[in-house]
């Protein structure tokens, strides 16, 4: 693919990975379109790149999520990759009682795995309309091998590689391209407090945009790759090694 004058939708723009994915697709001249849920946090970013264009929208609400794909196709109908960056994590203990848990439950699953798929079948019209198309979800390793303290997560994480998966399939004789990014632990504000050994979103990027680059439609960051080699040849120690991650 190639990495300057795309026009691209990134979700969760605001912070971490989205944020460098943001810094580096800015400094290659393309134009970009940054959702997030929180309004003022997309004021803040305009603040600092004034040519982006803003969108908000609680991915976990789906008519926030109507107005979204609503808004692209009245106003950027030149629109080439969807990046399908937003994404939550609760790290609930379910042996605690706790009304908010069902809740939690189910905006997780919709801000992760809904919302992704319905945003990629929603815009479908306009992508199919460029001569270079993609859609590009980021995953994580935990699709692959789950931890104990995060079992919504991981489950949306491995529905969502699967659903990539299978999109690819049905769009491989079209002009769109699906790739999925597979993150190791990144520094970020979602991973504040937690686990050792951990990249920086600005390494994350630089690995992403070598494949992205190269059509590699399974793009696992750093160590994610021996994870899965790991997971293939050992399964019971790929687990043992994340379960309590
Ligand atoms: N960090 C890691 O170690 C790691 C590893 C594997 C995969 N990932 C995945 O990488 C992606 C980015 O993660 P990150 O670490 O960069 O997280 P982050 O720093 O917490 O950023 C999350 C982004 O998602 C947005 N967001 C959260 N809830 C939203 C909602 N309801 N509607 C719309 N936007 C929402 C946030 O913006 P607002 O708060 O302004 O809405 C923020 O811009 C996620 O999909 C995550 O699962 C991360």
């Known amino acids: ?25 800015m400094s290659l001249e393309n134009t970009v379109i940054v959702s997030s849920s929180n309004q003022k946090n997309l004021d803040a970013l305009q603040g600092e790149y004034p040519d982006i264009k803003t969108i908000q929208c609680d991915l976990g609400d789906p008519a926030s999520l109507q107005n979204l794909i609503d808004r692209v196709h009245f106003e950027y109908q030149d629109l080439n990759l969807l990046i399908n960056n937003a994404g939550i994590q609760y790290n609930d203990n379910w042996l605690t009682t706790d009304d908010s848990i069902p809740s939690h439950i189910e905006r997780e699953v919709r801000v992760n795995l809904i919302s992704p798929l319905q945003l990629a079948y929603g815009l479908l019209p306009i992508l199919k309309d460029q001569p270079n198309a993609a859609i590009i979800n980021i995953s994580s390793g935990l699709a692959f091998v789950p931890k104990k303290s995060a079992p919504v997560y991981c489950g949306t994480k491995a529905g969502l590689h699967l659903s990539t998966k299978a999109l690819r399939y049905q769009l ?16 970020t504000p979602m991973t504040t407090g937690r686990g050792q050994g951990k990249i920086t979103p600005e390494q994350l990027v630089d690995e992403f945009m070598e494949g992205f680059r190269k059509d590699r439609y399974e793009i696992s960051i750093g160590k994610t790759k021996w994870l899965r080699l790991i997971q293939r040849i050992s399964p019971k120690f790929a687990d043992g090694m994340l379960k309590n991650a």
């Open 1 to 25: 693919m190639q990495v300057n004058k795309n026009v691209i939708l990134l979700t969760g723009g605001t912070s971490g990975i989205g944020k460098a994915l943001l810094k580096r697709f």
């Open 172 to 187: 491989e004789n079209s002009n769109i391209k699906v790739f999925e990014v597979i993150p190791p632990l990144v520094d």
